[in-house]
């Protein structure tokens, strides 16, 4: 069964109006009208047949279509109420693709998926962020992420210690993934054209190079970061640890209480937690 590509302006627009649709300012919707660059994403999954495939906000089906046309087994959240329709349309012929309608931050994902899973997805911008270290933090059995997000993100995901954009976000992305930039999206690649340039991420998960508690860990980076103009000592006090055990854990780990946090690798950060949390 032939299916025509979705994946450009003209059946984009005549998607939109059949069923008079406006992309969401609220939600972040941009429809991807570039054939190539679904071709490029795809081609960054590293698809193989009957691969299992999470995607997050399918929208009208776009990069959904090159995923299934690649072999992939998807299994679509849409948090838009309005999609279902217009997808059950788009996308009626392939067997192997199921949507869900929710919101993926509140689905229980272990539910839906099965052991070894890779996710695909164009996410909105302005949740980016708290989607990405949800599905990381959850420990789900994924073993790649490709993602479509904004430029600055994407080399705040990939910054290295003594950077200015290297953050909270740098060492829990790289705590748990192997990160690259596979290539960049202008905006007119999108209808509306965003504001501003996307990046394709892969992430390539595996376990923590380092053994913590992790939610202590990410407490302890976080509150490092909280305050990056003061000093490593100074933030992590501020960020509700106690004075002579942070300076303990620093000793101990033989960092300097005057660092600041954009100095620290992921093995001092590793370090300074299990330093730092004492029972």
Known sequence: MLHPKISN??????????????????????????????????KAAE????????????????LTQGLLEAG???TAVELDKKLPEVLEKTLAGYENFKLIQGDILK????EIMPENFKVVANLPYYITTQILLTLMEKKLPITKIVTMVQKEVAERMIAAPN?????????????????????DVQPESFLPRPEVT????????HEPKFQVDEKFFTKVVRAAF??????????????????ENVLNAL??????????AETLTIEEFAQLSNFLNVK
């Open 9 to 42: 302006i003209s059946a984009t627009r005549h998607i939109l109006k059949t069923f008079n649709l406006r992309a969401s300012k609220k939600l972040g919707q941009n429809f991807l009208i570039d054939s190539s660059v679904v071709e490029k994403i795809v």
């Open 226 to 243: 909280g305050q990056r103009r003061k000093t490593l000592l100074n933030s992590l006090v501020g960020g509700g640890f106690n004075r």
């Open 163 to 183: 950077s200015k954009i290297y953050g909270a976000m740098s060492v829990a992305v790289q705590f748990r993934a192997d990160v690259k930039i596979s290539f």
């Open 198 to 205: 996307s990046s394709v991420v892969v992430c390539d998960i």
């Open 107 to 110: 689905v229980n994902i272990s």
């Open 72 to 74: 992939a087994k998807v």
């Open 47 to 62: 698809i193989s047949d009957v691969e299992e495939i999470l995607e997050i906000g399918p929208g009208i089906g776009t």
């Open 251 to 260: 000793n101990s780990a033989e960092i300097s209480p005057e660092r600041r």
